[in-house]
């Protein structure tokens, strides 16, 4: 994975014109590139597209088209970008629906400038983001997911790709829900060399995010390792 190459470009999808200005204005006056904003759902999808921002700050309430569906459509169309939801709701049901329809992270709107800036440089570089109490909750949902009775599958069922012992290291820590930054201090390496052995995995296992990832890992059983 290549080293990041100038700001990084962010687009901020909100319905309140004084709440998307403010937090645009802080993200640019902290060095990041605001490509686009948008109001609604569906000029969110088309000024998205056009703009190609690294990171989606997108509120789940939007007129036209609902947050959620901006999501879907957005990262179905380009799994590579980064969605951080930020929300007045903190409703279980909400943050559920919006990491499944692929959003990396979800913070409150009562976040404070400083953890929304932090927020999304963390989002930037496929960290998890959620606001403390949610991530627990995504965790357990995947759980969930994951001891629900699987689809029949044939026999000829291709056998799981093989990860070198470091990268299944790695896999284990992502599960238990550790961040990027913890895992390399946990393992004595640097953050970039997470990074590469988690683009590695996602490449073996055709997985496109860090979601999908701990999904995977759970289902097998590795959080609890």
């Not at 992270?105 to 989002?123: I, P, Q």
């Not at 291709?158 to 820590?173: F, N, Q």
Request: aromatic residues 4%.
């Amino acid at each position: 994975m290549n080293e990041r190459r100038g700001p990084i470009r962010v687009m901020v999808v909100d319905d309140h014109p004084m709440w998307r200005d403010a937090v645009a204005r802080d993200l640019a006056e902290s060095g990041f590139e605001v490509v686009a904003t948008a109001g609604d759902g569906e000029q969110a999808v088309r000024r998205a597209k056009a703009a190609a921002p690294d990171v989606l700050v997108l509120d789940l309430n939007l007129p036209v088209l609902p947050g959620v569906q901006v999501c879907k459509e957005l990262v179905g169309a380009n799994p590579a970008l980064r969605v951080l939801v930020l929300s007045a709701s903190g409703e279980h049901a909400d943050v559920l629906e919006a990491v499944k329809s692929g959003a990396t992270g979800y913070l409150l709107k009562s976040a404070s400038t400083e953890e929304l800036l932090d927020a999304v440089r963390r989002t930037a570089v496929g960290d998890p983001v959620f606001t403390p109490g949610l991530a627990g909750l995504v965790l357990g949902e995947y759980r969930r997911l994951a001891s629900d009775p699987a689809p029949a599958a044939g026999s000829d069922e291709p056998k799981a790709p093989r990860l070198t012992d470091r990268e299944t290291e790695v896999l284990r820590l992502v599960a238990k829900g550790l961040s990027y930054k913890q895992i390399a201090e946990r393992l004595v390496i640097s953050h970039r060399t997470v990074q590469n052995h988690v683009q590695n995995t996602l490449g073996k296992l055709q997985l496109h995010n860090r979601v999908e990832l701990v999904r995977y890992a759970i289902e097998r059983g590795l959080d609890d390792a």
